[in-house]
């Protein structure tokens, strides 16, 4: 795969950089079983990460009833997960193969960084902390702080924003189809990594422009070009 400029990196979080599936299976289940429903297997609640809370908490309870949760039992639910959440986020999530010496490339080859998840920021912020990776990024985008989720670009656009690039010098990287849509509705590149929650997408579905085995790959192909004179 060829090399194509860039002047900065933006990274998915959830499925692209932490491997945050057991802590999230683990607060699901923690909330059904407070509603005295059985536990999902983790490979279930894996296929409904990446839209957020609120996308993962309905997802979970039509799968333990086989129907669509009442609103009420929707809220109350949303509510218990995100404090199950907040005590388990980071206890079993771990970086995947390549991620620090990715970012450490990444960073000595001069690009500028920042992560841009949908995430809320009141758990991405302890969880970057937590796996040791936050003093990589200049810049993190959570969906609150953007004001919507990927797909939709805003979050992209609000990270060049703050890197102070335009979104043409920059390729975001991720693990979707949400990421995918994200970056072509911004103007950017797109690098898809081959592990991570695709919702059951094989990975030639998704528009890239390359396919990468980890970060450390990426770093590889992302040519940061010279300042103008």
Request: glycine share 8%; charged share 25%; net charge neutral.
């Given at each position: 795969?060829a090399?194509?400029?860039?002047?900065?990196?933006?990274?998915?979080?959830?499925?692209?950089?932490?491997?945050?599936?057991?802590?999230?299976?683990?607060?699901?289940?923690?909330?059904?079983?407070?509603?005295g429903?059985?536990?999902?297997?983790?490979?279930?609640?894996?296929?409904?990460?990446?839209?957020?809370i609120?996308?993962?908490?309905r997802r979970?309870?039509?799968?333990s009833?086989?129907?669509?949760?009442?609103?009420a039992?929707?809220?109350?639910a949303?509510v218990?997960?995100a404090?199950?959440?907040?005590?388990?986020?980071?206890?079993a999530?771990?970086?995947f193969?390549?991620?620090?010496?990715?970012l450490?490339?990444?960073?000595?080859?001069?690009?500028r960084?920042?992560?841009?998840?949908?995430?809320l920021?009141r758990?991405t912020?302890?969880?970057?902390?937590?796996?040791?990776?936050?003093e990589?990024?200049?810049?993190v985008?959570?969906?609150?702080?953007?004001?919507?989720?990927?797909p939709?670009?805003a979050?992209?656009?609000?990270?060049?924003?703050?890197?102070?690039?335009s979104?043409?010098?920059?390729?975001?990287?991720?693990?979707s189809s949400?990421d995918?849509?994200?970056?072509?509705?911004?103007?950017?590149?797109?690098?898809?990594?081959?592990?991570g929650?695709?919702?059951?997408?094989?990975?030639?579905?998704?528009?890239?422009?390359?396919?990468?085995?980890?970060?450390?790959?990426?770093?590889?192909?992302l040519?940061?070009?010279?300042?103008?004179?």
């Amino acid at each position: 795969m060829a090399k194509f400029a860039a002047r900065a990196a933006l990274i998915d979080l959830d499925g692209t950089l932490l491997d945050t599936a057991p802590d999230l299976a683990a607060a699901a289940n923690a909330t059904l079983a407070e509603l005295g429903r059985p536990p999902l297997a983790l490979e279930t609640v894996r296929d409904y990460v990446g839209k957020g809370i609120a996308h993962l908490v309905r997802r979970v309870l039509e799968a333990s009833a086989g129907a669509p949760p009442q609103d009420a039992l929707f809220d109350a639910a949303c509510v218990r997960f995100a404090e199950h959440y907040a005590r388990l986020n980071g206890a079993a999530a771990k970086a995947f193969d390549g991620v620090a010496e990715g970012l450490v490339e990444m960073r000595t080859t001069g690009l500028r960084l920042a992560c841009v998840t949908n995430k809320l920021a009141r758990f991405t912020e302890p969880l970057l902390a937590a796996s040791g990776l936050r003093e990589y990024f200049d810049a993190v985008v959570t969906s609150d702080r953007a004001g919507a989720r990927k797909p939709d670009p805003a979050i992209v656009l609000e990270a060049c924003r703050r890197l102070q690039v335009s979104p043409a010098e920059a390729c975001l990287i991720g693990d979707s189809s949400n990421d995918a849509e994200a970056a072509r509705a911004a103007g950017c590149r797109f690098l898809l990594v081959p592990y991570g929650y695709r919702e059951g997408r094989g990975l030639r579905e998704i528009d890239s422009d390359g396919i990468v085995a980890t970060l450390r790959e990426a770093a590889k192909l992302l040519k940061v070009p010279p300042s103008p004179t």
